[in-house]
């Protein structure tokens, strides 16, 4: 998380997202008087505190294209002490966000965030740069990826001429005003992982990121044009479906396979949307009225975690404690009971961008509503953390809802889980 980055389907809460289409309403649990701090479960010392810094469409850094390389690292470097003055531990930086490159890459331009221009040189590497100052702050540094996502537009006369996309354009699908790599192909699956291990020989990276773009989330009136690559490579399979979450996994499996073979203990997570199924449409699925990633975006992310794929998983549960399309208080279980018994870690996406967003519902308005959702969490052993969108937000703070936090929770340091 319209966003550009990943959340622009949370941002609108469930109104697009519901079963029926219509907004969902607010506020049908009692969410009772945030607890004195005394109160509160005492915290781990070893738990996830992190932080996404987004930079597709300049979100969270660089402010704006063209700075200079000194004033780019200035604002990087003060990003970072940002996360160590609350108290957390990790930094989720977004290093490929639409097919492009944050480090000098051999497979990929640089990106156009830093510059203004797609291919040109900053002058500096900022992913060595912040892996470096991270560590020497204490904090881990998780590369975040987008794996298939090549635009944020749909021209590809716009991408710089020596993009692959322009080399290859039978691995591109313009859908809904962007550009895709379609991950129906085997050499595109291939390429978009040579693409990121890159950084990972490269650089000493905690962990590889990936968000819940997959497929694209779907638009009314328009369709995700794969026939060729469906009817070329999906014969064994019972329906489109099917064939497209095979896809997934696939990259999955294959993505994890090859971190442990280019640098043993780097990490693999993935932020997915927060639903897998809903209970309506599958008896193991949640209490939930929304948006299936399952079906959706043909992302099967309890599957992920039951078979151990992945190292942790984030699902974003960008909703307030009440809200009936899809309560918090409802979803941090099934989270729970999905992670219990599995070695994949369980850390939870926080939508601290809504606190105090007036186009947000009344929960959102109030400071406390996060601390309710650690507090709540901290009830169930397999939660290992939080991660809160975004760094834009945390320098806000437009209602003191982080700095709640910190204080409820976050009064002593935490190591993150390893």
Same mark, same amino acid.
């Given at each position: 998380?319209?966003?550009?980055?990943?959340?622009?389907?949370?941002?609108?809460?469930?109104?697009?997202?519901?079963?029926?289409?219509?907004?969902?309403?607010?506020?049908?649990?009692?969410?009772?008087?945030?607890?004195?701090?005394?109160?509160?479960?005492?915290?781990?010392?070893?738990?996830?505190?992190?932080?996404?810094?987004?930079?597709?469409?300049?979100?969270?850094? *660089?402010?704006? $294209?063209?700075?200079? /390389?000194?004033? &780019?690292? #200035?604002? !990087?470097?003060?990003?970072?002490?940002?996360? =160590?003055?609350?108290?957390?531990?990790?930094?989720?930086?977004?290093?490929?966000?639409?097919?492009?490159?944050?480090?000098?890459?051999?497979?990929?331009?640089?990106?156009?965030?830093?510059?203004?221009?797609?291919?040109?040189?900053?002058?500096?590497?900022?992913?060595?740069?912040?892996?470096?100052?991270?560590?020497?702050?204490?904090?881990?540094?998780?590369?975040?990826?987008?794996?298939?996502?090549?635009?944020?537009?749909?021209?590809?006369?716009?991408?710089?001429?020596?993009?692959?996309?322009?080399?290859?354009?039978?691995?591109?699908?313009?859908?809904?005003?962007?550009?895709?790599?379609? *991950?129906?192909? $085997?050499?595109?699956? /291939?390429?978009? &992982?040579? #693409?990121? !291990?890159?950084?990972?020989?490269?650089?000493? =990276?905690?962990?590889?990121?990936?968000?819940?773009?997959?497929?694209?989330?779907?638009?009314?009136?328009?369709?995700?044009?794969?026939?060729?690559?469906?009817?070329?490579?999906?014969?064994?399979?019972?329906?489109?479906?099917?064939?497209?979450?095979?896809?997934?996994?696939?990259?999955?499996?294959?993505?994890?396979?090859?971190?442990?073979?280019?640098?043993?203990?780097?990490?693999?997570?993935?932020?997915?949307?927060?639903?897998?199924?809903?209970?309506?449409?599958?008896?193991?699925?949640?209490?939930?009225?929304?948006?299936?990633?399952?079906?959706?975006?043909?992302?099967?992310?309890?599957?992920?975690?039951?078979?151990?794929?992945?190292?942790?998983?984030?699902?974003?549960?960008?909703?307030?404690?009440?809200?009936?399309?899809?309560?918090?208080?409802?979803?941090?279980?099934?989270?729970?009971?999905?992670?219990?018994?599995?070695?994949?870690?369980?850390?939870?996406?926080?939508?601290?961008?809504?606190?105090?967003?007036?186009?947000?519902?009344?929960?959102?308005?109030?400071?406390?509503?996060?601390?309710?959702?650690?507090?709540?969490?901290?009830?169930?052993?397999?939660?290992?953390?939080?991660?809160?969108?975004?760094?834009?937000?945390?320098?806000?703070?437009?209602?003191?809802?982080?700095?709640?936090?910190?204080?409820?929770?976050?009064?002593?340091?935490?190591?993150?889980?390893?």
């Amino acid at each position: 998380m319209g966003r550009l980055t990943r959340r622009a389907f949370a941002l609108a809460a469930l109104s697009a997202f519901t079963t029926t289409g219509a907004a969902a309403p607010h506020g049908e649990h009692p969410r009772g008087a945030a607890a004195p701090l005394g109160e509160h479960p005492r915290r781990a010392t070893t738990e996830m505190r992190g932080l996404w810094l987004a930079t597709v469409a300049n979100r969270d850094w *660089p402010s704006r $294209p063209g700075l200079s /390389a000194e004033q &780019q690292r #200035a604002e !990087l470097i003060d990003r970072l002490d940002l996360a =160590v003055r609350n108290r957390l531990n990790t930094v989720i930086f977004q290093v490929r966000p639409t097919a492009d490159a944050l480090w000098p890459s051999p497979y990929e331009p640089w990106s156009q965030v830093l510059t203004g221009i797609q291919g040109r040189a900053p002058g500096w590497d900022p992913l060595g740069t912040a892996v470096a100052e991270a560590h020497a702050r204490g904090l881990q540094l998780h590369a975040w990826f987008n794996p298939y996502r090549v635009a944020i537009h749909d021209d590809p006369t716009r991408l710089v001429a020596s993009h692959p996309a322009r080399r290859h354009p039978d691995w591109v699908v313009p859908y809904a005003g962007k550009l895709y790599y379609n *991950p129906g192909l $085997p050499e595109v699956r /291939a390429f978009v &992982q040579d #693409a990121m !291990l890159d950084a990972v020989r490269a650089y000493p =990276v905690d962990a590889v990121h990936f968000d819940d773009y997959f497929y694209p989330y779907p638009v009314a009136g328009q369709t995700f044009d794969d026939d060729a690559a469906y009817d070329r490579y999906g014969g064994a399979f019972p329906n489109r479906a099917a064939w497209r979450r095979d896809n997934i996994d696939r990259l999955v499996r294959e993505t994890a396979a090859r971190i442990r073979a280019v640098r043993p203990g780097t990490q693999f997570g993935i932020s997915p949307f927060g639903v897998w199924r809903n209970a309506a449409t599958d008896p193991r699925g949640s209490d939930t009225q929304a948006l299936q990633s399952y079906d959706a975006i043909h992302a099967d992310t309890r599957k992920w975690v039951r078979e151990e794929w992945i190292d942790y998983i984030v699902p974003q549960l960008y909703w307030n404690i009440g809200l009936s399309a899809a309560d918090y208080a409802r979803l941090v279980p099934w989270w729970a009971e999905v992670a219990r018994g599995s070695r994949t870690k369980l850390y939870l996406g926080e939508a601290l961008y809504k606190a105090g967003d007036p186009a947000q519902p009344a929960a959102w308005q109030d400071p406390a509503e996060l601390s309710r959702h650690l507090t709540l969490a901290a009830g169930h052993p397999e939660v290992r953390g939080h991660v809160f969108f975004a760094a834009k937000d945390v320098t806000a703070d437009r209602i003191g809802a982080m700095a709640r936090v910190v204080a409820d929770h976050y009064q002593r340091p935490a190591s993150p889980p390893r």
